[in-house]
């Protein structure tokens, strides 16, 4: 009796470690070769194992894409057997003349690491874009134990999917009237399967120039239009309107180990078209405002200037005129800091002047012969330069206010012989 009971312990026993055994080598075996041209082949879909890994030797796999569009996704859970590891595996695809296009590292000391009934899991997801159809691609795992006094027994799961995926299609772009971007896109989820949203996890917009990119999250669901502004921060940082930015759309889907549903990656597919901004040039003429200006520094943080031509619309002319401090122009903000000569002479309209904080100078007969001219209001503490008869042929009378009592000093100095005689000096 108690020769039974012993033997059927021991067979429970055996029984209960059978599951461990099979969840720690679940799928089917593989043997990586240390050579590309030797690789062990892999189908989509099939988990498969390599046991007693060797410590830092390269193991080589292979997939075949095939006809459909998509992501290639390597799952790979390197297990140590280990309670404290600290190793580290690196995966890498490579084409078929050795050419790393897909790598990741992980793990390493402070790694968060999975357990398991075997060990210490590293986890890499590796979601694949870009690759030629029905071509052979090779993955390469080296795995590092972490313990360089004793070689620890690793485990690698492997298993490769092929997820079809179709970029976002009909990306267009708009140039608005107020210097915005206005873009436009189909949002159709075209054969992903391996999400249940009935819409891309997210899109994106990456802007590039001179090999720096930034990029400007935009949203999920059923988002399909993004407006750009003018005066975007990355924009401007890329160094806009100056320089020609490339513009292409992301989408985003996120995608999750095939051993770990908690291990996610997230993986952005741009769309094959790409828009660029255009550059805008010194002496770009522009209207704004009534005026119509000059472009003399292109600049889309705040620092650029322009000088005023004159009227844009010389019938619209009004008896008070104002120069402004500064005036956008698509989007962008710019310093008025010149007005450019005979840029109002010969207004027989305009009774009260006032000049803005940033004009540095204001060039000859500008405002010659403005015979109602009988206010000037001068705000600009930079100005430094008045063309010759640049305030000739007004009234006598004219009273000129300064910015305070130190400027109605620089200011009698700079319009002398340049403004019609008998003008009276005051302080705003």
Known sequence: MKKRLVTALACMMLAAALPMSVHAEEGKRIHGDSMQQNAAEMKYDIHYYEAAVDDKAAYYYKFRTDKTEGIYLISLASIVGSTSANGTVTVQVKDQYG????????????????????????????????????????????TNDGDNSKQLE???????????????????????????????????????????????????????????????YIGNGGVTSYTLAGNDADLIALGYPATKVRIKLGSLQNYRSAFEDKVQVTKCVYSTQEFFTTVVTKKVEAKSNGFTYRITKVKGDGTGTVSILGLSDKNSAGKTMKIP???????????????????????????????????????????????????????????????????????????????????????????????SAGTKYYTL
């Open 99 to 142: 050419t790393v296009v897909e790598q990741q590292t992980a793990g390493g000391a402070g790694a968060a690491y999975r357990n398991t009934l075997n060990g210490k899991a590293i986890d890499v997801v590796l979601p694949v874009s870009g690759l030629e159809k029905e071509k052979n691609y090779y993955i390469c795992v080296v």
């Open 154 to 216: 690793v485990t690698n799961k492997l298993c490769v999917e092929c997820v079809p995926f179709v970029p976002a299609s009909n990306f267009t772009m708009k140039n608005n009237a107020n210097g915005s971007m206005e873009f436009t896109w189909s949002n159709v989820q075209n054969a992903n399967t391996y999400s249940p949203l009935s819409a891309y996890d997210g899109f994106q917009l990456e802007l590039n120039a001179n090999n720096v990119s930034k990029t400007k």
């Open 325 to 419: 401090d500064r005036v956008t122009i698509n989007g962008i903000s710019y310093m008025v800091t010149a007005i450019e000569k005979n840029a109002f002479k010969n207004n027989a309209k305009v009774t009260t002047l006032e000049i803005g904080e940033n004009v540095e100078k204001i060039d000859k007969s500008a405002f010659f012969n403005c015979p109602k001219l009988k206010t000037i209001r001068f705000k600009s503490r930079v100005l430094n330069t008045i063309g010759k008869d640049a305030f000739n042929k007004i009234p006598k009378k004219t009273k000129v206010y300064c910015p305070d009592k130190t400027f109605k000093k620089k200011y009698k100095k700079l319009l002398k012989k340049k403004i």
